[in-house]
Nanobody
């Protein structure tokens, strides 16, 4: 069982930046892809970004393109989400996820999940 641990959430003003990181809690084989999802109160969990661990291919939610960047650190075995120009609509719990196959973008295609980290953007 892979356990993922997120860090870096917090409170920021609109226009500000945050950097989220995700790492497995124990030494484990790398997965095919890593992703970030978010869930705001009363809403379904939505895809934010994903990266193929070996290919480096990336996908983004349209509303975050140009503002968010997903990256991987091979040496540290971590995945990061750099978030710039944050908006109040970005407020949500952000979840890290890992997939065994491909570079998916659906919740159901990811196999492992973190506990989530809160991101709050004030206006």
């Amino acid at each position: 069982q892979v356990e993922l641990v997120e860090s870096g959430g917090g409170l920021v003003q609109a226009g500000g930046s945050l950097r989220l990181s995700c790492a497995p809690s124990t030494r484990t084989a790398r997965r095919s892809a890593m992703g970030w999802f978010r869930q705001a109160p009363g809403k379904e969990r939505e895809f934010v970004a994903a990266i193929g661990w070996y290919s480096g291919v990336t996908y983004y939610l349209d509303s975050v393109k140009g503002r968010f960047t997903i990256s991987r650190d091979n040496a540290k075995n971590t995945v990061n989400l750099e978030m710039n120009s944050l908006k109040p609509d970005d407020t949500a719990v952000y979840y890290c996820a890992a997939a065994n196959y491909g570079v998916p973008r659906l919740v159901t295609e990811f196999n492992y999940w973190g506990q989530g980290t809160q991101v709050t953007v004030s206006s």
